[in-house]
Structures are given as structure tokens and as C-alpha cells.
């Protein structure tokens, strides 16, 4: 399988963006996906993910309210609509997805064993 994010760019404070992240080559539906950012010089971030197929979906706490994770699975698609966007949100954005994630590691980049390449969110103050 084959992660392809899109939907980065550059917004003011407040503002908002839809990241897309379409997988190829097999059906995630029963795929953990997540979304973790990175910004320079630091250390790839868990963003939010949805576990599994049932839907549960589980989220940094600096973007509850703000982001939400969703899936569409006759695209083979997950978003990442996020609002309320500040300037410390600007990073590479990535998209993940594993097919046999534990919950417990639900929030670990290093858990998830197939990645998108990065999108950049900028947001500007």
C-alpha cells in the first residue's frame, strides 16, 4: 500500500485546511491511520488517529476542538480538517497507517509501519 498526502499550504491564525491522505494498491478500511506533524529540528508528533475500522478516534491534547479525523472508506481516504489554526500548528504534516496497530501504541510514529511523504501546513500570526 501506498500513502499520498495532500492539502498543505499557507493560512493565517484562525484559519483552516483539509488534509487528504488517499491510499493505493490495497483497501485501508480496517487500517489504523494517523496523522503526526513535524516541525524543524524537532521530533515527529502524534496529531490524531482512528483506530482501526470501528471509528474511535483519539487526538493530541493541544488540538482537541480544533482537529478532527475522519475517513472515507469508498475513497480509501482519511482527512484532517483542521480549524482554529495557530502558528505554532506550521509543520510537515505526515499521514500513517498500519494494519495491525494495538491501541496502546495508537499514538507512536514509530508503530506504524507504512508513511505518506509530508505536506506543509504554514500558519502565519
Known amino acids: 500500500v501506498q500513502l499520498q498526502a495532500c492539502g498543505g499550504g499557507l493560512v493565517q491564525a484562525g484559519g483552516s485546511l483539509r488534509l487528504s491522505c488517499t491510499a493505493t494498491g490495497r483497501t485501508v478500511n480496517n487500517y489504523s491511520m494517523g496523522w503526526f506533524h513535524q516541525a524543524p529540528g524537532k521530533e515527529r508528533e502524534f496529531v490524531a488517529s482512528i483506530f482501526r475500522s470501528g471509528g474511535n478516534t483519539y487526538y493530541k491534547e493541544s488540538v482537541k476542538g480544533r482537529f478532527t479525523i475522519s475517513r472515507d472508506n469508498a475513497k480509501n481516504t482519511v482527512y484532517l480538517q483542521m480549524n482554529s489554526l495557530k502558528p505554532e500548528d506550521t509543520a510537515d504534516y505526515y499521514c500513517?497507517?498500519?494494519?495491525?496497530?494495538?491501541?496502546?501504541?495508537?499514538?507512536?510514529?514509530?508503530?506504524?509501519?507504512?508513511w505518506g511523504q509530508g505536506t506543509l501546513v504554514t500558519v502565519s500570526s
Open positions: 500513517a497507517g498500519d494494519s495491525g496497530m494495538i491501541l496502546s501504541r495508537i499514538r507512536d510514529y514509530k508503530a506504524y509501519k507504512t
